[in-house]
């Protein structure tokens, strides 16, 4: 354990704090990376921009807090804009450059992130999020350039106007409504089927509903939000109002269930092996 995962572990002993799960998240990364990926370092930092920022905020912090006011980092800093898709080109560049981290890392920050609350994931100390609107302001002697407002105080017909924006461009905004193609999809019954057919216990649709609940694949059939789903494992389809799932989900639950351990802890139910084909004794 290193010296700054145990202060860590000190510092915030509740492992469902957003702090420790950002920070945890950035030391867990920096194990596995060390010098491996230096060619995804660009699409690592479109797919971590919003837990980065939030990283510095809590360093930010903590520093005020612990040291006082004159060790804030805006007396050191300026302020850094990312910026995101102002045109539809844009938008689609950016969604084809995120698809370039390689898939190990991918599979490593959805895996990282299935194990935490959603009240976590949610939080801006865990990945710091925000929309930003350009305005074409009068030059204010006593203001800065950039002016920030907070959800809240806006009104409603302000918030609608924002959303709207969201949906054709972001600074620093994790893209929570995925694509709904169904290219190399399947449907759960075929894909229940090849996990049972991968595995030696029995596997049916109860297991595969039951698995994509308690692994978060999905959101509960009625939810509010269908598209919030993981987009490493299943799709909405707008059309048909249904979800498909990746040829990645299968694996994962084909790999997770192989051991009745790990069945268990994915679907939530005891492992019951297949019926085995004795064959005849001879006469």
Request: overall charge neutral; hydrophobic content about 35%.
């Amino acid at each position: 354990m290193t010296e700054l995962e145990r202060s860590m572990k000190e510092r915030w002993p509740s492992d469902s704090d957003p702090t420790r799960a950002n920070l945890s998240l950035f030391i867990k990364l920096r194990n596995r990376l060390e010098h491996r990926h230096a060619h995804a370092d660009e699409a690592l930092m479109l797919n971590l921009a919003g837990h980065a920022h939030a990283l510095l905020v809590n360093f930010e912090h903590e520093l005020t807090s612990q040291f006082g006011d004159d060790s804030s980092l805006a007396l050191r800093l300026r302020l850094p804009i990312f910026v995101g898709t102002f045109t539809p080109q844009g938008e689609q560049a950016l969604r084809r450059f995120r698809k370039t981290l390689p898939k190990d890392l991918r599979a490593f920050l959805t895996e990282y992130e299935s194990g935490l609350d959603e009240t976590v994931i949610n939080d801006s100390r865990y990945e710091f999020r925000l929309r930003a609107t350009v305005e074409l302001a009068p030059k204010d002697p006593d203001a800065v350039a950039v002016q920030f407002t907070h959800y809240s105080d806006m009104t409603d017909a302000e918030r609608e106007a924002v959303e709207e924006m969201g949906r054709r461009g972001q600074v620093i905004v994790r893209d929570r409504k995925q694509p709904v193609s169904g290219l190399g999809k399947v449907m759960p019954k075929p894909a229940s089927t090849m996990v049972q057919e991968g595995i030696p216990f029995i596997f049916n649709l109860n297991h595969f509903a039951a698995a994509w609940r308690r692994l978060k694949v999905r959101p509960p059939a009625g939810d509010a939000n269908p598209h919030r789903t993981n987009p490493d494992f299943c799709e909405y389809d707008e059309p048909t109002k249904s979800y498909r799932y990746t040829k990645a989900y299968v694996q994962h639950l084909i790999k997770k269930c192989g051991t009745a351990e790990g069945f268990e802890a994915a679907t939530g139910m005891p492992a019951r092996l297949k019926a085995q084909n004795t064959p005849t004794p001879a006469a």
